[in-house]
């Protein structure tokens, strides 16, 4: 079940398959996206539910800065290497690849391609004594990078998150 962001309750925090961990989707940007919430001892929901309520709230409306922290990270370049492959180009047109689903992708990649592919496709809250980690993982549809996942750090300074983009994972 997805749940709204605004309507998260502690009691929708379902036990996760390893000890004192959570997990759950949400809707952001328009798509369902896993949350997870691990630690090494028992969670303390209640508490931590402002503070995953506000970091998933500032992700679903920054997706501009999400989308610029993996263009300066060079992402859109990567994905066009990745795109370009003798054995993925479509012979007939010019410039177009075939993705490993099939996709066609037109090279070069715009901006705007860019960044409505990015899809958040998991966010995973790491807990010792309050929140200590949370990474983000951004899939792209097309998939540009045939099963990996742009990976980022969500990092929490002064009342304020930041969107660091860390390259690819998986």
């Known amino acids: 079940m997805v749940i ?3 309507k998260l ?6 036990q996760g398959n390893k000890p004192f961990s959570s997990l ?6 328009n798509s369902q996206t896993r949350i997870k919430i691990l630690s090494k001892q028992e969670i303390d929901n209640v508490s931590i539910l402002p503070i ?3 970091v998933l709230l500032w992700v679903n409306n920054n997706r501009e800065s999400c989308s610029e922290a993996a263009i300066e990270e060079g992402m859109i370049l990567l994905a066009e290497e990745w795109m370009k492959d003798e054995d993925s180009k479509v012979i ?6 075939l993705t490993i689903d ?3 992708v037109f090279l070069p990649i715009t901006q705007t391609d ?3 592919s990015l899809r958040v496709q998991s966010i995973v809250f790491s807990i010792e004594e309050g929140i200590t980690d949370i990474d983000m993982y951004i899939n792209c549809v097309p998939d540009y990078y045939a ?3 742009i990976w980022y750090n969500l990092i929490m300074k002064n009342d304020k998150i930041e969107c660091e983009c860390n390259g690819l994972e998986g």
């Open 102 to 104: 099939k996709e066609k």
């Open 92 to 97: 007939d047109e010019k410039d177009c690849y």
């Open 4 to 6: 709204e962001i605004e």
């Open 147 to 149: 099963g990996h996942v």
């Open 9 to 14: 309750t502690e009691k929708d925090f379902l």
């Open 114 to 116: 860019f960044c409505n």
């Open 24 to 29: 759950f989707h949400v809707s952001i940007w």
């Open 52 to 54: 995953i309520k506000a």
